[in-house]
């Protein structure tokens, strides 16, 4: 039995999922698919410039699977650039980043899960080191 595949932490959902040539009926279009953690491995390493061992720590992956995501994603692209195919982004094995948040008496650093794409909520969180209040949107 294969083991389930490890869910990769991403710092944002895309706000646009389909992508298709001009001037070509969606339906006549075949589609390729991409999912949300290899847009994100696109993301870190093009468009932030990162390097591998970064964008992969950034993931909370090994290195060997951040590079087998990043090149599977830029296959897709460049086969749905040059083809012509449609590229629709959704799924994957991921779960959203939270946000980083510091506890100003014990000064410990700790992440707390995001509410949908505004992260509405509380305005304080426990620290889950001492106990204290922490007031959100702050990183002393």
């Not at 389930?4 to 389909?18: D, I, S």
């Not at 991921?94 to 949908?116: K, V």
């Amino acid at each position: 039995m294969p083991r389930p595949p490890k869910w990769r932490r991403v710092e944002f959902e895309p706000q646009f999922t389909y992508f298709k040539p001009a001037g070509v009926p969606k339906w006549q279009l075949e589609e390729l698919v991409l999912s949300v953690e290899e847009i994100e491995a696109v993301r870190l390493k093009d468009m932030e410039g990162l390097e591998q061992e970064e964008c992969a720590d950034k993931m909370q992956i090994s290195r060997p699977t951040f590079q087998r995501i990043l090149t599977g994603a830029r296959a897709k692209l460049a086969e749905g650039i040059i083809e012509g195919k449609a590229i629709r982004i959704q799924g994957g094995n991921y779960r959203l980043a939270g946000r980083q948040m510091c506890c100003a008496p014990c000064g410990y650093e700790f992440e707390i899960p995001t509410r949908g794409r505004h992260g509405h909520g509380h305005d304080v969180v426990k620290c889950p080191q001492c106990g204290e209040d922490v007031e959100k949107g702050k990183k002393e």
